[in-house]
Nanobody
Framework: QGQLQDSGGGLVQAGGSLRLSCAQP????????MAWFRQVPGKEREFVAR???????TDYADSVKGRFTISKGNVNTMYLQMNNLEPEDTAVYYC???????????????WGQGTQVTVSS
């Protein structure tokens, strides 16, 4: 299992929606924890959501609860559905893969290259 590829970012007006995708070569093993983080210039990478692949258990940052949904696609794809977007959601979004149920970015070993999400007011 290697590098992740995230995509789906873009420019959207406040209140709009986007769906981000994260794919990897080969299937995602059941032991994996998949996550989304985001980062704005000058700030640390921030946890957004996580998903335990084997059980489907999910968890979200308070700032996105009720608006974002992390989900499985096929055997090697994960999604982040983002609804009711706010200007404060503007960031580069990264998908990540690890094995621990963690919201700390340093505990994830594999990362996508990032996809820019810009929400205009």
């Amino acid at each position: 299992q290697g590098q992740l590829q995230d995509s789906g970012g873009g420019l959207v007006q406040a209140g709009g929606s986007l769906r981000l995708s994260c794919a990897q070569p080969g299937r995602i093993f059941s032991s994996a924890v998949m996550a989304w983080f985001r980062q704005v210039p000058g700030k640390e990478r921030e946890f957004v959501a996580r998903l335990r692949w084997s059980t489907g258990r999910t968890d979200y940052a308070d700032s996105v609860k009720g608006r974002f949904t992390i989900s499985k696609g096929n055997v090697n794809t994960m999604y982040l559905q983002m609804n009711n977007l706010e200007p404060e959601d503007t960031a580069v979004y990264y998908c990540a893969r690890g094995t621990d149920w963690s919201s700390i970015s340093s505990e994830y070993r594999f990362w996508g290259q990032g996809t820019q999400v810009t929400v205009s007011s």
